[in-house]
């Protein structure tokens, strides 16, 4: 999903039919159709209830517009925030290495793919607790959490990220694994003493099972490349539900499913012009596809 099409979705009810928005936009109408169509399969909805007299709101295309209307107009206040502001002071976003690959990345790319530009620099942290502690002291403006946090700081939910299971392609594992499923199987984990590696190791003492250590790495980026290479699996969460794995990995969903609610933390005295809007199209967007 994309801002672009949720600006066509709601230029089509506008206008009264596609190829009217089309014509609004400065598109060609088969563009705008199919990248509608792609929303809808995305979302697995329908959004229009096409006949012969045109275009017709589902219910759920209703919902949704309601929605994307909101995210549109969150997009345009930080556009018109960021082109004000120039190029000055970044905004800091402190957040572990996963989440910032997972979501302030995907997030930061998107807003500037539909023009709105935001300075940023990016601070890795080892956990929540470690996120809150410099958005608190003020080193940075914006704070990602993927765990519950007790502070003072404003708290902003955006939503949920799935935990699943990253496996090489070759490793003969059900289509959907139970926890049980991590016993003596070969993982890549946090180095032993670190906060994440303590995290890991309370969650599998609670479920009674004793995976094998493969590869000890806090380096997240090497996670995936290690197990791309077929030495061991590992515990992956993200935003993206639909992410598609490195060459040579699968990604395998927990049965029940697991997931890790999303937070941002600021300060409420926090100066940064374009946190607020930022913020609030961040939020718009997780319920759009909560």
Same mark, same amino acid.
């Given at each position: 999903?994309?801002?672009?099409?949720?600006?066509?979705?709601?230029?089509?009810? +506008?206008?009264?039919?596609?190829?009217?928005?089309?014509?609004?936009?400065?598109?060609?109408?088969?563009?705008?159709?199919?990248?509608?169509?792609?929303?809808? #399969?995305?979302?697995?909805?329908?959004?229009?209830?096409?006949?012969?007299?045109?275009? /017709?709101?589902?219910?759920?295309?209703?919902?949704?517009?309601?929605?994307?209307?909101?995210?549109?107009?969150?997009?345009?206040? $930080?556009?018109?925030?960021?082109? /004000?502001?120039?190029?000055?002071?970044?905004?800091?976003?402190?957040?572990?290495?996963?989440?910032?690959?997972?979501?302030? &990345?995907?997030?930061?790319?998107?807003?500037?793919?539909?023009?709105?530009?935001?300075? *940023?620099?990016?601070?890795?942290?080892?956990?929540?607790?470690?996120?809150?502690?410099?958005?608190?002291?003020?080193?940075?403006?914006?704070?990602?959490?993927?765990?519950?946090?007790? *502070? +003072?700081? &404003?708290?902003?939910?955006?939503?949920?990220?799935?935990?699943?299971?990253?496996?090489?392609?070759?490793?003969?594992?059900? +289509?959907?694994?139970?926890? *049980?499923?991590?016993?003596?199987?070969?993982?890549?984990?946090?180095?032993?003493?670190?906060?994440?590696?303590?995290?890991?190791?309370?969650?599998?003492?609670?479920?009674?099972?004793?995976?094998?250590?493969?590869?000890?790495?806090?380096?997240?980026?090497?996670?995936?490349?290690?197990?791309?290479?077929? $030495?061991?699996?590992?515990?992956?969460?993200?935003?993206?539900?639909?992410? &598609?794995?490195?060459?040579?990995? &699968?990604? #395998?969903?927990?049965?029940?499913?697991?997931?890790?609610?999303?937070?941002?933390?600021?300060?409420?005295?926090?100066?940064?012009?374009?946190?607020?809007?930022?913020?609030?199209?961040?939020?718009?967007?997780?319920?759009?596809?909560?």
């Amino acid at each position: 999903m994309n801002i672009q099409q949720l600006r066509y979705v709601v230029a089509t009810v +506008d206008h009264g039919s596609m190829t009217a928005a089309a014509a609004a936009v400065f598109v060609a109408q088969p563009a705008l159709s199919r990248a509608v169509r792609q929303l809808e #399969r995305e979302l697995g909805i329908t959004i229009f209830e096409r006949s012969g007299r045109g275009v /017709a709101l589902s219910p759920e295309g209703a919902e949704l517009v309601r929605r994307a209307r909101g995210v549109l107009t969150s997009i345009d206040a $930080l556009q018109s925030v960021a082109s /004000a502001t120039g190029s000055g002071a970044p905004l800091v976003i402190a957040a572990s290495p996963t989440l910032q690959a997972a979501l302030a &990345v995907p997030i930061l790319a998107a807003l500037r793919g539909h023009g709105v530009a935001v300075p *940023s620099r990016l601070v890795g942290c080892a956990s929540s607790a470690e996120v809150v502690d410099l958005v608190a002291a003020g080193t940075a403006d914006l704070g990602i959490c993927d765990s519950a946090v007790e *502070s +003072d700081l &404003v708290q902003v939910s955006i939503g949920r990220a799935e935990v699943r299971l990253f496996s090489p392609a070759a490793l003969a594992l059900p +289509d959907r694994v139970r926890v *049980s499923d991590l016993a003596g199987l070969p993982l890549v984990l946090p180095t032993a003493g670190s906060r994440r590696r303590a995290a890991l190791d309370a969650f599998f003492d609670r479920c009674g099972v004793a995976p094998e250590v493969a590869v000890e790495t806090d380096e997240r980026n090497v996670w995936l490349a290690a197990v791309a290479a077929g $030495l061991a699996s590992c515990i992956w969460h993200s935003a993206e539900a639909a992410r &598609v794995p490195a060459p040579g990995v &699968v990604a #395998r969903s927990f049965d029940p499913p697991i997931h890790r609610d999303l937070t941002t933390v600021h300060r409420a005295d926090d100066p940064s012009p374009v946190l607020a809007p930022l913020l609030e199209a961040v939020r718009q967007m997780g319920a759009l596809v909560g």
